[in-house]
């Protein structure tokens, strides 16, 4: 008779190695603000109607020109913005923003005729809101360190919830709001909002070309790691500051000479002394802006859109982006490492 044998869970276990002793975490850094009273009052000041609604909007409501046919009332461009600003910023829909702007004139007691929302909506589609960050009157600005990049926006779909709970049933869709923000001062100085078929790198001409500002150097993710990109940034004499890709090789010419190409120097640089020291010496870490710039846009305005066009949809990013630069105005926190003891 054969004898049995029992496999206990040990011998169904393979053979244990001594394991290699897990690097210690490195501590996160903490910081402290040293503004808070100034930053209190500027988060305070967002929600003040008159930053939206001052008296130059006020003295040019109308638009100074010819009547439209019937005699109806034309709005100007500047009525129209303040009117989009309260709606993105108290996160309004057309008919309640209507309502919000004809109340406050009750108040002032100021016998101006409101735009419908009607008018608002077909207004938006046609409004191009956003300006740039004007240059100094200086003849030579100072150059500026720019960062880039971009992230998903909402139009309609299931709720996040549903979705992890339940899986997805339905269609969503999405919009890609691109962003060019100063590491310095966290204004944005350039903007665009396109469908999720644009790459990142298709938009760094478009948004460029909006910087009235001279650009020193522009940092971006390893998305904008392109030969468009490079050649763009070639071409208007800007430092790129973009980590290649993994798998990244060096350029070289028709006859395989490597080229004098900032790529090339980037990847000499990082054989020589490492990624995450090439990114300290380049200061490529300023590139964290970006993602302050979403998360702030985020936070204020959510991460949907209110309208469904793309036309309504481009103008609503840029009145947002016009209040983003307003509320910086008002006032940023400032924050310094706290000393470790």
């Not at 430092?239 to 060096?250: C, E």
Request: charged fraction near 25%; hydrophobic fraction near 35%.
């Amino acid at each position: 008779m054969p004898k049995l044998r029992f496999f206990t869970q040990a011998d169904n276990q393979p053979p244990t190695t001594q394991q290699e002793p897990k690097e210690p975490k490195t501590k996160k850094e903490k910081y402290r603000l040293t503004n808070w009273p100034e930053y209190n009052k500027a988060l305070i000041n967002r929600g003040f109607v008159t930053l939206w609604l001052h008296e130059d909007t006020l003295a040019q409501w109308y638009y100074q020109g010819p009547r439209t046919p019937g005699g109806l009332f034309r709005y100007s461009d500047q009525c129209i913005q303040a009117a989009l600003a309260l709606k993105a910023v108290f996160q309004l829909a057309f008919r309640q923003t209507q309502g919000l702007i004809q109340s406050l004139l009750e108040v002032m007691k100021m016998n101006l005729h409101v735009p419908s929302y009607t008018q608002l909506c077909r207004r938006q589609a046609v409004l191009k809101p956003f300006s740039a960050p004007a240059p100094p009157s200086d003849t030579c600005p100072e150059a500026i360190h720019l960062v880039i990049d971009s992230t998903g926006l909402k139009v309609y779909g299931e709720g996040e919830w549903k979705v992890r709970k339940h899986g997805a049933d339905k269609r969503r869709t999405w919009r890609k709001l691109h962003l060019v923000a100063d590491e310095a001062t966290n204004e944005i100085h350039a903007v665009s909002l396109t469908t999720n078929a644009i790459s990142d790198a298709q938009m760094v001409k478009p948004l460029v070309a909006q910087i009235a500002y001279p650009i020193a150097k522009l940092s971006g993710d390893g998305a904008y790691d392109q030969v468009k990109v490079y050649d763009e940034m070639v071409l208007r004499h800007i430092t790129p500051l973009i980590p290649p890709r993994s798998n990244a090789v060096v350029w070289t010419d028709e006859v395989g000479d490597e080229l004098l190409h900032p790529r090339n120097e980037t990847l000499t640089h990082i054989a020589a002394s490492g990624l995450a020291e090439w990114k300290r010496q380049s200061g490529y870490h300023r590139r964290s802006k970006a993602e302050t710039a979403m998360f702030r846009w985020k936070m204020i305005f959510g991460e949907r859109l209110s309208t469904h066009s793309l036309a309504n949809q481009q103008t609503e990013a840029q009145i947002k982006a016009t209040c983003l630069n307003r509320f910086t105005k008002l006032g940023m926190p400032k924050a310094v490492k706290r000393e470790t003891t």
